[in-house]
């Protein structure tokens, strides 16, 4: 099992208040990644990491940011977040950038 | 537009049988391809992949088949066993963009005893 541990795991947040969820892994691999899964839509990537302080962005990336000043850790931050942004949010992470990702076990975020 | 699609959002199997999921894709870049498996409440864990050079990859019960010029790629499973209801993800990606991965909705497998 991958030691990647995903906090919180669920949180009830209001309409316009920032938000940062936190990944942290144990494996010291170079690559990370956020994810958001919603019905119908599977896995979509909003924002990764191939290094400390190397981010981009993915393919739903408007409405948040990422940090990346560890190589263990990975924060997303919903600088206010909407309720669109109600969703189940996977970080992974992966020793190359063609290797098998590796998920955590997800943070279920309500936006009220 | 979704570029990979699983057009079937459920199936029920019984133990002991085939399970046929099965994807398809738009995107002619795709060069590999994933099946990742995901239990409730876990994230989802790799399965089995398939480079664009072949058209069948088999490990144990699951077997990936590739076809090119349909752009449809199959997983199979035999026997199916219950530990394998689970939902299962297709995910695609092109060879200049690594793990940026493009997933599939997913298919939520039932395997009956």
């Known amino acids: 099992d991958a030691g990647i541990t995903q906090s919180p795991r669920h949180k009830v947040t209001e309409t316009g208040t920032p938000v940062t969820l936190r990944c942290h892994q144990t494996?010291?691999?170079?690559?990370m990644y956020w994810y958001r899964q919603d019905p119908g839509h599977g896995l979509r990537l909003i924002h990764y990491?191939?290094?400390?302080?190397?981010?981009d962005k993915g393919e739903v990336s408007d409405g948040y940011s990422v940090s990346r000043s560890k190589t263990e850790d990975f924060l997303l931050t919903l600088e206010s977040a909407t309720s669109s942004q109600t969703s189940v949010y996977f970080c992974?992470?992966?020793?190359?950038?063609?290797?098998?990702?590796?998920f955590g076990n997800g943070t279920r975020l309500t936006v009220t | 537009d979704q570029q990979v699609k699983q057009n079937s959002p459920s199936l029920s199997v019984q133990e002991g049988r085939i399970s046929i999921l099965n994807c398809d894709y738009t995107?002619?870049?795709?060069?590999?391809f994933l099946w990742y498996k995901k239990y409730p409440a876990e994230g989802p864990t790799f399965l089995i992949s398939?480079?664009?050079?072949?058209d069948k990859n088999e490990d144990g019960r699951f077997t990936v088949f590739l076809n090119k010029s349909a752009k449809h790629l199959s997983l199979h499973i035999v026997p199916s066993q219950p530990g394998d209801s689970a939902v299962y993800f297709c995910?695609?990606?092109?060879?200049?963009?690594?793990?940026?991965?493009?997933f599939g909705g997913g298919t939520r497998l039932m395997v009956k005893t």
């Open positions: 992974a992470i992966s020793r190359t950038d063609n290797s098998p990702l590796h």
């Open positions: 494996e010291n691999h170079r690559y």
């Open positions: 990491s191939y290094g400390v302080k190397d981010t």
């Open positions: 995107n002619s870049m795709f060069d590999y």
């Open positions: 398939i480079s664009s050079i072949k």
């Open positions: 995910a695609a990606t092109a060879g200049n963009a690594g793990n940026m991965l493009t």
